[in-house]
């Protein structure tokens, strides 16, 4: 059992360190002409086609094994799944990303209200403390600037809400008779289908030609949709939600890292201490509590 919880917290933290990842490859795609709904919607479909492949010719599964009763359960994650971009790239366009992000990082508070309100599982005094570390190291690691508008307030904090209503739906007892990686392709297939619509409707959604673009899409695809999602399906079901929303603010120290070492940018002591922060936080949540008592 104790193996077992120590996997699940390395495979929310891998997950998480992946989905780190996503600003370098969306950033690429972006200097080829792609737009946030392209990147998201790429990013869903290609993983798909992926899929679609190696489950069946490789891995032998075959991707058709569900039931109509698996159809209302999948769905309840590949909706939100596909909202997440969407909303918080929308934000984006009212606020500068540092203030969306730290109001989209209100996702663990979230979770715990929900898991409250729908399971009533409170959380512990020290995933409480974990929750109140990880959310101020966000603030820190994020640089306020610009006009904040009421609109991309609303926006980026509903996006954090759809995020943690993905992460309760991932732990639906539901799920857990499907394989995850068939899960994961309906997820993928679903949520590129949502996204699509969006795109069409919103005259957002264009064709990348140059072929780099298109790498830099297949590779956020690969990693982000695929191994990340696979990684975060297994983990949500040994961590519980609450737990796994608190590991996930692992994403953003990567993606400050991949700022560091590819676009060479500087850290500050403001930066330094929400990592740190973040870090502890992190460190508290997966050490067990030792609840024997010495005689």
Known sequence: MKNKTILGHLQIILSSSLFGLMPLFTRIAYSYGATPITVAFTRCFYAAIILAIILPVFMKKNIFAITREDIVPMLKIAIPFGLIPIALFISYTYLDTGMATILFYTHPIFVMVLTILMYHKFPSTKQIICMFL????????????????????IIAIAAGFIYSVYVIACGQKEIEKIDPSVLSFWMNMFAAIEIGIIGIFSKQLVFVVDPQGQLSMFTLALLASVFAVLLFQHGVLITGGLKASLLSTFEPLTSLFVGVLVFHELLSIRQWFGIALVLVSVILLVLPIDKTKKA
């Not at 101020?136 to 640089?143: D, E, P, R």
């Open 134 to 153: 990880c959310i101020l190291g966000i603030v820190l690691l994020n640089a306020i600037q610009g006009n904040i508008e009421f609109t991309g307030i």
